[in-house]
């Protein structure tokens, strides 16, 4: 009998929305789980978010909410995004849940009985953007690696775990099992890493600087330390110690992590784990980052992708396609949306959508919509290697998802459609139609094509599942069969002859990228040009902060024609979209004093995040940028 699955997300950070990256590792995860329904094999999927730590108090502080509020509203959004990407996860664990908070005090006091927690003074160079501790080796020229500022220096006392206790451990494991951690990269950074003097572990936080985080049971005047608290989500949402869950699915554990978060997973959780007397997990898969129009995403240059709206630009299957067929699993890779285009028009539309289309639009003209019965003999003279073609094609995309090889699976499948166009080309059904004596070889040629698509159907349905399942009732499947096994998917003949075919549909319609683009900035010049303000109090003007800028570069927005891109100086350099390119040129502005309002809130124009708004007059359909009539300071309030 085949073992169960348990598949886990890393728990999102609610510091912020979900984009891009969140978004490809839930939906890499959601695939592997709808493989392992396709074996037939049990699984357990979980995701949640992490919500504790002092980035979260910030974040909250900059909304005016509290903690608990501000948490509450960042956790539904995650969880509320996932089935709108079709993402059909197990469960959803928080670490504000009661039950995830009494494990985590459950395991800190077993640790803490054990020995392996002791209290110390420490000073040390300390992050408050990834809330830890950094060692000079760390840094990169003297500088967070993550975040680019200088660590502060912090003094404090707080309570240690001790890791450098399981170091040897830990070594002499990943060592024995190599694919412990995969790909084989990231194992070696760990080894490597694992080969300098591994420090301990700080584990708290003093009340006196944070409470929002789970007391710790053996001192009250100390919060968990983040980390410690958010990497037993992976046991507590399996009812540890003596649920059932737990003891069926733990020993099968696989993780998924960006490789952001490779040392909390891959030294600090093994370690934490065998201290704790709880059986390692299997694997720790770690994909890549996607990089945004060659650069790292980053909310500072504007470059977020958010998922959501791409997906309902795009469509949900479509998102998926071309997250799971453009990013090899461990490296990384580049998004963007006109890269998406491409592979929807060429994939999806071209290769699967017009063979589809073609396909049932025959049998509706040859056969009056009605699958033809065939003639056993003349279908396998007819096959042509196509069944063969088929089998070859499971086999590849099988052996591909069992490695993690998502890419690799799907260019399997496209190989299988492209020979499937080919075998359309060479069997000709509308010459084969002309004529009653070879109305034989048009039936079989046909079914052929039917138990085709019946196969592309079933190995699509992990990372496409609404197309698998359209495509499953335009073919005449029974929608209550599972038609994605394996099982079946290794079968030929299991289309039923005589069934009635729906109308075919366009699965794919080809999408012109420069209209969406076009439109896009027609509606972002037509809002910055003409939005007017409602009447308002002084009250309500000492709120607008208007401040003198400096414009110190500006560019024209491709396939953007009323649009620039700004770069100024009010203190800090700012990007602002402005709808001012009809009567300036970019050099005209550069070196310009302007006036901007700097807390407008933030935008996305044309895939720009825009950060404030240029102050200028719109008459007759010209505008004219307010400026000042001699130099000040960047950033100057305007009273």
């Not at 451990?169 to 990269?185: G, S």
């Amino acid at each position: 009998m085949i073992e169960p699955l348990y598949i886990t997300t890393p728990i999102y950070y609610v510091n912020d929305r979900p984009h891009l990256g969140h978004a490809y590792t839930t939906i890499v995860t959601d695939v592997i789980s709808r493989f392992a329904r396709m074996k037939k094999q049990e699984c357990f999927f979980l995701t949640g978010t992490d919500e504790h730590g002092d980035k979260i108090v910030r974040a909250a502080k900059k909304e005016n909410l509290s903690p608990r509020e501000y948490v509450e509203k960042i956790s539904s959004l995650f969880k509320n995004l996932w089935p709108e990407l079709n993402i059909e996860n197990s469960y959803f664990v928080r670490t504000t849940d009661q039950s995830h908070v009494e494990v985590v005090e459950n395991i800190l006091r077993k640790i803490y009985d054990s020995g392996d927690i002791y209290f110390a003074e420490y000073e040390g160079q300390y992050c408050f953007g990834c809330e830890r501790f950094y060692s000079e080796r760390e840094l990169v020229d003297g500088k967070c690696p993550d975040h680019g500022t200088a660590p502060e220096v912090i003094k404090e006392s707080n309570y240690f775990f001790k890791m450098s206790k399981y170091q040897q451990w830990l070594l002499d494991h990943i060592e024995k099992n190599p694919d412990f951690i995969r790909p084989e990269r990231y194992k070696n950074e760990v080894l490597s890493f694992l080969r300098e003097p591994l420090e301990d572990l700080c584990i708290s936080r003093p009340k006196s600087r944070l409470k929002w985080g789970i007391t710790l049971p053996f001192d009250e005047d100390y919060v968990t330390y983040v980390w410690f608290d958010a990497l037993l989500n992976y046991v507590s949402a399996l009812e540890y110690p003596d649920g059932e869950t737990y003891k069926k699915f733990w020993p099968h554990v696989q993780h998924i992590v960006a490789k952001d978060i490779l040392k909390p997973h891959g030294i600090y959780w093994p370690t934490m784990l065998k201290s704790a007397g709880i059986p390692l997990y299997k694997h720790l898969n770690v994909h890549g980052f996607w990089n945004v129009d060659h650069s790292k995403m980053s909310k500072s240059i504007g470059n977020v992708v958010e998922p959501l709206q791409m997906k309902n630009i795009y469509g949900t299957d479509a998102f998926r396609f071309f997250l799971i067929r453009d990013m090899v699993f461990g490296l990384d890779s580049d998004y963007s949306e006109e890269a998406m285009v491409q592979r929807i028009n060429s994939d999806l539309a071209n290769d699967l959508g017009n063979l589809f289309s073609r396909v049932i639009a025959m049998v509706h003209k040859y056969f009056k919509a009605v699958v033809p019965n065939v003639d056993l003999s003349l279908e396998k003279e007819m096959e042509l290697g196509l069944k063969e073609d088929a089998f070859n094609a499971v086999s590849c995309f099988e052996s591909s998802m069992e490695n993690f090889s998502f890419h690799k699976a799907m260019i399997a499948v496209w190989e299988f459609i492209n020979r499937m166009n080919k075998y359309v080309d060479v069997t000709a059904p509308w010459i084969l139609a002309k004529q009653k004596s070879t109305r034989k070889q048009l039936e079989a040629v046909i079914f052929n094509l039917l138990e085709g698509l019946r196969i592309v159907s079933g190995l699509i349905y992990p990372v496409m599942p609404d197309t698998a399942k359209t495509m499953q009732k335009h073919l005449g499947l029974d929608p209550e069969t599972p038609f994605y096994t394996l099982d079946l998917l290794r079968s030929w003949n299991t289309i039923v002859p005589e069934t009635k075919l729906p109308k075919g549909i366009s699965l794919f319609p080809r999408i012109d990228f420069e209209k969406i683009q076009k439109e896009r900035a027609d509606i972002a010049a037509s809002v910055l040009a003409e939005e007017k303000l409602p009447d308002i109090t002084l009250e309500d003007l000492s709120r607008v902060d208007l401040r003198a800028a400096t414009v110190i570069k500006a560019e024209i927005i491709p396939r953007a024609k009323k649009l620039l891109k700004l770069e100024v100086d009010i203190g800090e350099v700012r990007t602002i979209v402005a709808g001012i390119a009809n009567d300036y040129k970019p050099e005209d502005l550069v070196g310009k004093q302007v006036i901007v309002i700097a807390n407008l809130k933030p935008a996305k124009l044309m895939g720009i995040l825009s950060n404030g708004m240029l102050l200028a007059a719109v008459e007759d359909g010209k505008s004219s940028v307010a400026t000042l009539d001699r130099e000040v300071k960047p950033g100057t309030s305007l009273r």
